[in-house]
């Protein structure tokens, strides 16, 4: 017999409060949608957690993940008519976006989402 996860929610009053976020609420929405659904991603080889941990977390999360040369070859497509798409990254693969950059493609580094990067 399995045990109903619902009776064992996660509580954080303390940081719920000071970052204006419920995570009885957060895992309400995930259920009823995909946190990546529609969004496509690069992620650059130096990320942690790694690009195939990465990748199963957001493929898991409703997106999809792009190779270099799919992302290489949209970046030299004129903007107006560009599928969008994300860059992952950390610094240590600043060479890698570089020419992302350059063509204003929007690099997430995760840093930023509280994820460290060697």
């Excluded at 996860?5 to 929405?29: C, I, R, Y």
């Excluded at 659904?37 to 941990?53: C, M, Y």
């Excluded at 493929?59 to 599928?83: D, F, K, M, N, W």
Aim: hydrophobic share 35%; proline share 3%; glycine share 6%.
């Amino acid at each position: 017999m399995l045990v109903d996860e619902n009776s064992f929610t996660l509580e954080d009053k303390e940081n719920e409060q000071a970052l204006g976020f419920s995570v009885k609420e957060g895992l309400a929405k995930a259920r009823n949608s995909k946190v990546f659904k529609g969004v496509e991603l690069f992620l650059t080889n130096r990320i942690q957690p790694g690009p195939r941990d990465m990748k199963t977390i957001i493929v898991c999360g409703g997106g999809t993940v792009i190779s270099e040369e799919e992302a290489l070859s949209r970046a030299q497509t004129p903007s107006e008519y560009r599928r969008p798409f994300y860059v992952v990254s950390c610094s240590s693969d600043q060479m890698v976006c570089q020419q992302f950059y350059q063509k204003e493609i929007q690099i997430l580094h995760l840093r930023i989402y509280t994820l460290s990067c060697s």
